[in-house]
């Protein structure tokens, strides 16, 4: 289970920001004044590190980080 | 070119010679040039919040502001790539930065060339790394130089030689990174992130009322007047698939740089660094608004301005006098301040694993410090001479610094997690990568890809390759880094799997 998760937290920026990129390539909706490619930049600059943090924190619990 | 404005130009050179000041009085002690290892990265004592500002100050640099508003005027949302190209470069950097600050730590190494040499014993792959490291720094030296270049020729012209302000200017950082090391950087790093910071906000605010009324009535302006800009072109040599590949070379490349390096060996400790990764990518709630500025610049500038002076001019139109001198500035302090990182950088370099590694092996202690100093002023100078004199020769070199530097992942990055990863098959792998890289470019047959991706997947295939041929004399041979690396480790997976 905590293994799933950490592969989830892992692939989830680089799966946001690379390789879903031509479907959320689009103007509308426009959202908090970005256009919608625009802001889905924008919100992974903020999820992106409770992705590191998540995986920081498994790693502890494991006792795996050195 | 118009005439600058006289307020805007004696606010910017008063605030780049008070950083001057503060650059020389952070090295009052001698202790910040007793060794290499103090001078270059602080004797390694830095805390969390220092590594952030040095790590930002260092890679938000003029050029960011400059090169990406100009090309969001004039190829559109592609000036975007570099959102997730540093979001994931930071994401990626805390697993393996961590045990790269460790090794270096434990066995007091300065650059990445210098692991690679301990890792492989392989003088020939240091002074290769270094190579590679120094061709391609200082042609991003030479744009930091045309950042405050454009700068003062915007805000000068008809009041100062801009040439010779340039050069002296240039050879104050010099002087002051020669004499304090990398704490001049660190001490002025937090003034003008500060600024940034601070600057970059009130421009993102302030421009769009000014000239549009507000956030919202740009973004309908830009909608409906250029919406072309608002999207990544579906097709086309630069289209998404270069976004993406782009965006994804980059991030591998980022911390391969060697003042990118020298920042994070600063550390303190390898949790400093782990920290850093979750909080860099903040930096970039700013520069992702920074980019639209650039949209800006293309619906307020009368057509036919120079790209390349999209945002100065933009600024130089919207504010003039004190808010133009503050801004400016704030872009000529993002060019001195990582120009000095990079030069400690480059310097270590070329001292280090080219000098010493390929030259001079027995030179040590107090005469290796004061050599890596002295180039200082031969990176810079190398630097002011190709950027003044050769402006063009150094397009292609800037064009392909990402990709060139790429290719040193899998000899600084693979080789931290793969224990059987032999010198040999590092060594081609890195040298196809960057024939294949210049091939692609040369030839302009990228199909749309960015020309690194290419470098980096024939680099990875050759080592996949040529590995089990050399393999296993790496499984059989080891040193103290690999014993550092493995060892431990594999111990403990015994452990785990007894009792488990």
């Not at chain 2, 103090?38 to 390694?44: D, I, K, L, P």
């Not at chain 2, 730590?105 to 210098?114: I, Q, S, Y």
């Not at chain 2, 990875?460 to 431990?488: E, M, R």
Request: proline share 4%; with cysteine.
């Amino acid at each position: 289970m905590k293994k799933l998760l950490l592969i989830v937290l892992i692939s989830a920026p680089f799966i946001a920001q690379l390789v879903v990129l031509p479907f959320v390539n689009r103007i509308d909706p426009i959202i908090f004044g970005l256009p919608f490619l625009q802001f889905w930049l924008f919100l992974w600059i903020v999820l992106t590190p409770f992705c590191t943090l998540g995986i920081y924190q498994l790693q502890k619990s494991e006792g795996s980080l050195d | 070119m118009q005439q600058g404005n006289l307020t805007a130009l004696s606010i910017t050179i008063f605030i780049i010679l008070t950083v001057v000041l503060i650059g020389f009085l952070a090295g009052r002690d001698k202790a910040t040039r007793s060794s290499v290892e103090e001078w270059s990265v602080g004797g390694r004592r830095f805390g969390g919040l220092l590594v952030w500002f040095l790590v930002g100050a260092d890679l938000y640099t003029a050029y960011t502001f400059l090169g990406l508003t100009s090309t969001a005027y004039t190829a559109g949302s592609l000036a975007f790539f570099a959102i997730p190209y540093s979001v994931l470069a930071y994401f990626i950097s805390y697993f393996f930065l961590p045990k790269l600050w460790k090794v270096a730590n434990e066995h007091k190494l300065t650059t990445l060339a210098d692991y690679a040499r301990e890792r492989f014993d392989s003088k020939l792959l240091s002074s290769l790394i270094a190579i590679v490291g120094v061709l391609m720094l200082i042609p991003y030296i030479c744009l930091q130089l045309s950042g405050i270049q454009d700068t003062l020729q915007v805000a000068g012209t008809g009041f100062i030689n801009v040439k010779v302000v340039v050069i002296t200017s240039f050879l104050l950082v010099a002087l002051y990174t020669f004499f304090s090391g990398i704490k001049g950087p660190t001490y002025t790093a937090i003034i003008k992130d500060v600024l940034v910071w601070a600057i970059m906000l009130f421009m993102v605010v302030s421009l769009p009322i000014m000239h549009f009324g507000g956030w919202n009535p740009m973004v309908d302006k830009i909608v409906t007047e250029a919406p072309h800009l608002l999207t990544i072109p579906e097709s086309g040599p630069k289209g998404i698939t270069w976004f993406i590949t782009a965006a994804f070379v980059s991030s591998l490349a980022l911390f391969m740089w060697a003042h990118a390096a020298t920042g994070v060996f600063t550390a303190k400790s390898a949790d400093a660094i782990r920290k850093n990764a979750l909080f860099l990518p903040l930096y970039n709630i700013v520069l992702i608004l920074v980019v639209f500025l650039g949209f800006i610049a293309f619906l307020v500038l009368p057509d036919g301005t120079d790209p390349r002076f999209a945002l100065l001019a933009l600024i130089q139109t919207s504010y003039g006098g004190i808010g133009q001198g503050l801004a400016y500035s704030t872009i000529a302090l993002a060019s001195l301040i990582p120009c000095s990182i990079m030069a400690i950088g480059a310097s270590n370099l070329f001292a280090n694993n080219i000098y010493r590694d390929l030259i001079n092996p027995r030179v040590k202690g107090p005469k290796l410090t004061m050599i890596t100093r002295g180039m200082v002023f031969v990176v810079i100078g190398l630097a002011l001479l190709f950027g003044l004199v050769f402006p063009q020769a150094l397009v292609s070199l800037q064009l392909l610094g990402v990709s060139g530097m790429v290719q040193i992942f899998p000899a600084i990055v693979i080789s931290l997690f793969w224990r059987n990863q032999s010198r040999e098959a590092t060594i081609i792998g890195l040298i196809v990568g960057l024939v294949v890289t210049f091939t692609v470019y040369s030839t302009g047959t990228s199909l749309g890809i960015y020309e690194g991706f290419w470098g980096l997947m024939a680099n990875f295939a050759t080592v996949v390759v040529l590995n089990p041929f050399f393999g296993k004399k790496a499984k059989h041979s080891s040193n103290a880094v690999k014993k550092y690396l493995f060892d431990q480790s594999s111990k403990e997976e015994q452990l785990v799997r007894k009792g488990a």
